[in-house]
């Protein structure tokens, strides 16, 4: 891109690009019940920022944030590594120091992001965009992981940004004399990479949101021939190319991507159509995951919103009515052609979308009532608002989530740390149950504890040295170097203590003569070695 053409992306995105949003926050700030919804999605998504840390976003942070060789960041042998999401939480982290809040902050914001997003995107479709802000602040999933040091949502985020701007940029011009402009294709497609940095499941949403800008274009009178060589051609181009750049620095330093049949595809080797067969069962448990925990009865005021929202000539109807078939559609095809499998959280993305058609739907029946009914509608809207926090806060359906939650592990590392053991010649050895060990090795790091946890031990330390150490072991890596591994095996550990899981307890080397419980906590009890002082 030469000097030109890059003043001209930045002209474009100053005045086609900040400019409307500018006067579309505008708007936003002056809409108090939005601003009541921000606090609210703000409190509900703050009140999980200190629950313990979960075994995929402790992974992350252990593996590629805290790491003394900040290319780490970049090293993608696992699906884990969400890449955009670990670079914003190590800037995160270097600014606001280790801590649960600061390896949370990029999940937490952009959580609130995606309310602002939904009401944004309303409004561009000439809704009200009050009931469609007000789901996504309140619903258990997004609260989930907007405070779950993971991907998700920054990927929705970017998904409804993509999506707003896209839709702005052909309400821009006359579709039927004019080509879409080559800067904004190009804006486009940098929001889509981004998104694909992310997380590569991007590509989903990226064609579905496409293949509905595609379909406004055709029905504003856009030749077919222009929307696929003008549009998805020329994007299709841009996006690969940009993804690359983007991408470059992990293939230098991986050498290799995973594929995503290596993650998602289906163990066994099966047909087309006996997949298509199980997606019925997998989209409702889908769907059950989705809504778990909210009220049977706001589901279906829900649902049937979104379809009156679907059938409403109100608003932009020609671009919302498409939105939804293109997207699902899209998704649903691409998903069959590489059979994955169907995990809920990699439909997550739909969740807003579903919303803004139930925000359709109760924008066409709020325009027909009186002042005063209006009213009592907001107040019900507000006071189930209020009924599903509750339930959010006082049966934690967020939790869990779709991975465990250990909140023994905090617990279990404070009660050792009563030993007030402080010198490395007296760590002792914890052997813990696989799925928990990252959690208990992020505590025993965080808290500073002389434990090794099954053989690991993680030190704060900032030292010239440790960063020296930390470049030449990724130094090995990278040469594909295996250097003389100094962690000791698990299973010669002469262990001082056992944490076993009463769901998967195994107790075949623990009998009552060497080992003695000593402290039990929800689902994990702690074995000490009965000679152990």
């Not at 696929?228 to 991986?254: M, N, Q, R, V």
């Amino acid at each position: 891109m030469n000097n030109r053409q890059s003043q001209g992306v930045v002209k474009t995105i100053k005045e086609e690009v900040l400019k409307p949003l500018s006067h579309q926050m505008v708007d936003a700030i002056q809409n108090q019940f939005l601003i009541i919804i921000i606090v609210l999605a703000g409190f509900c998504r703050g009140y999980y920022l200190r629950q313990p840390i979960k075994y995929d976003e402790s992974w992350t942070f252990l593996n590629y944030v805290n790491q003394a060789n900040p290319l780490r960041v970049f090293w993608y042998n696992a699906f884990n590594n969400h890449l955009l999401n670990t670079i914003l939480i190590k800037i995160s982290t270097v600014i606001f120091g280790d801590s649960l809040l600061s390896i949370r902050l990029v999940a937490f914001t952009t959580g609130l992001s995606i309310v602002l997003l939904v009401y944004l995107l309303s409004r561009k479709l000439g809704q009200i965009g009050i009931f469609g802000s007000l789901v996504t602040a309140v619903t258990p999933y997004l609260i989930g992981y907007s405070s779950n040091a993971r991907g998700y949502s920054l990927l929705i985020s970017i998904s409804l940004f993509l999506s707003l701007i896209g839709i702005t940029f052909l309400k821009q011009i006359n579709l039927k004399r004019e080509d879409i402009d080559q800067n904004k294709l190009f804006i486009l497609a940098i929001i889509a990479a981004l998104g694909l940095l992310t997380l590569p499941t991007m590509a989903f949403p990226i064609v579905g949101i496409y293949t509905w800008m595609g379909a406004y274009a055709y029905t504003q009178g856009y030749k077919i021939k222009k929307i696929i060589i003008g549009l998805f051609g020329k994007s299709g181009l841009l996006i690969l190319g940009i993804s690359a750049l983007f991408y470059s620095p992990t293939l230098i330093f991986t050498r290799r991507i995973i594929s995503y049949n290596e993650r998602f595809a289906k163990g066994e080797d099966i047909d087309r159509i006996t997949f298509l067969s199980r997606m019925p069962t997998e989209i409702i448990n889908t769907f059950k995951t989705f809504t778990n925990q909210i009220p049977s009865q706001l589901i279906i005021v829900f649902l049937i919103l979104v379809l009156i929202g679907f059938a409403s000539n109100s608003g932009d109807f020609v671009s919302r009515r498409l939105l939804i078939p293109c997207i699902i559609g899209s998704s649903f095809c691409s998903y069959l052609l590489m059979k994955l499998e169907l995990y809920p959280r990699i439909w997550i993305y739909l969740i807003p979308y579903f919303a803004i058609y139930a925000d359709a739907g109760f924008s066409s029946i709020f325009e027909k009532l009186r002042n005063s009914t209006r009213k009592l509608l907001i107040v019900l809207i507000f006071a189930a608002s209020i009924m599903t926090i509750r339930i959010t806060i006082y049966q934690s359906p967020v939790y869990t989530l779709e991975e465990k939650s250990y909140p023994e592990a905090p617990i279990i590392m404070n009660y050792l740390k009563q030993k007030n053991i402080n010198t490395d010649s007296q760590i002792e050895n914890i052997i813990v149950p696989s799925h928990s060990e990252t959690p208990m090795l992020f505590y025993q790091w965080y808290l500073r504890m002389p434990y090794t946890v099954n053989g690991y031990h993680l030190k704060r330390d900032n030292s010239i040295y440790s960063w020296v150490e930390g470049f030449k072991s990724d130094l090995y890596k990278f040469l594909r170097i295996k250097p003389q591994s100094k962690i000791i095996s698990k299973d010669s550990l002469n262990a001082n203590y056992y944490i076993i899981n009463n769901i998967e307890q195994n107790m075949a080397d623990l009998t009552k003569d060497k080992y003695q419980e000593v402290f039990k906590y929800g689902e994990m009890s702690l074995y000490k070695k009965a000679n152990s002082q």
